[in-house]
């Protein structure tokens, strides 16, 4: 059975990824784990018991109006999800529970409330670089459509060979177009491209993939306008091959974080998690 954890800290854009991943994964083979991290680190150890217990119940309280918020919307679905609360950083919570626990994917949204929400600026880009499961990122205001498109940002120089199998899995269960999407600084680079796709055709045996190499100076924004001209349902990267993720969920919000306002994003942790998912 695949196993779904979805994230939330109860804010609108939480709950429209809740509904997105819940859309995307559908109810058959499917169980869902409904989370919610909660911390205060601004209170004195000698008073941090008792405020942990009041944030705990405010966390259990309001997951139960997420829980039964998605029941009732997808109350002909027959939903298979439990319920969890957990003390301390979405970092550290995963990486705690990837010790004795495997999910599939990990689906949480990309702003959530303002103060420390975790959902918000930096703080979510440290939840995806440390998440020892593949992150998909819900934009507040995407929905999930038919995944016509997908499209992997590869640089082409690592091992990525068990991540393509993955990949490839991931769009034939939705009868998708896989695009394998390079862009490189230098034109000089083509001829050895062409040897690494040729190799990744040979790897597989899916008709419906692509492979698209482009030449920009600025790669981040050679790939906002790819996926904006072609209309990517979801784009696919790792922390590892691509500082895309650090600039676009850095301290600074700029014009290519609105581009991608509606584009979800698979994200997968190479460097510290290669044995879960990606090989």
């Known amino acids: 059975m695949k196993q ?34 909660y911390q205060d680190s601004s209170m004195d150890t000698d008073i941090l018991i008792s ?28 939903l298979d999800m439990r319920m969890r609360t957990e003390y301390g950083s979405v970092e550290s919570v995963l990486e705690g529970m990837a010790k004795k626990e495997k999910f599939d994917f990990v689906v949480m949204g990309t702003n959530g409330k303002t103060g420390n929400s975790w959902f918000v600026g930096s703080v979510a880009a440290s939840a995806v670089q440390h998440s020892p499961y593949p992150v998909i990122v819900v934009p507040g205001n ?23 199998k993955q990949m ?7 009868d998708s177009s896989l695009t394998f999407l390079h862009i490189d600084k230098n034109a000089d ?8 796709f040729n190799e990744i ?27 904006e001209e072609n209309k990517v349902s979801l784009l696919a990267a790792t922390t590892y091959t691509t500082t895309l993720m650090t600039r676009l969920f850095g301290h600074s919000v700029t014009k290519k974080l609105m581009l991608y306002t509606h584009i979800p994003m698979l994200i997968f942790n190479r460097k510290k998690y290669s044995y879960i998912f990606l090989g």
């Open 142 to 164: 995407a929905y999930c459509k038919t995944l016509k498109s997908i499209a992997y940002a590869t640089n082409l120089y690592e091992d990525e060979s068990n991540l393509i």
């Open 201 to 227: 055709a040979e790897m597989v045996d899916y008709p419906k993939i692509n492979f698209v190499e482009l030449v920009e100076d600025d790669i981040e924004d050679a790939i906002v306008k790819y996926t």
């Open 168 to 174: 490839v899995e991931f769009a034939q269960s939705y």
């Open 4 to 37: 779904i954890l979805l994230l939330t800290d109860f804010s609108d854009n939480a709950r429209n990824a809740l509904v997105y991943g819940i859309d995307l994964f559908g109810s058959e083979g499917v169980s869902y784990t409904l989370l919610n991290t």
């Open 189 to 196: 680079s083509a001829a050895s491209s062409v040897q690494k």
């Open 51 to 78: 405020v942990e217990d009041i944030l705990k119940e405010q966390s259990e309280r309001a997951l139960e109006e997420d829980f039964y918020f998605l029941q009732s919307k997808f109350r002909n679905e027959n």
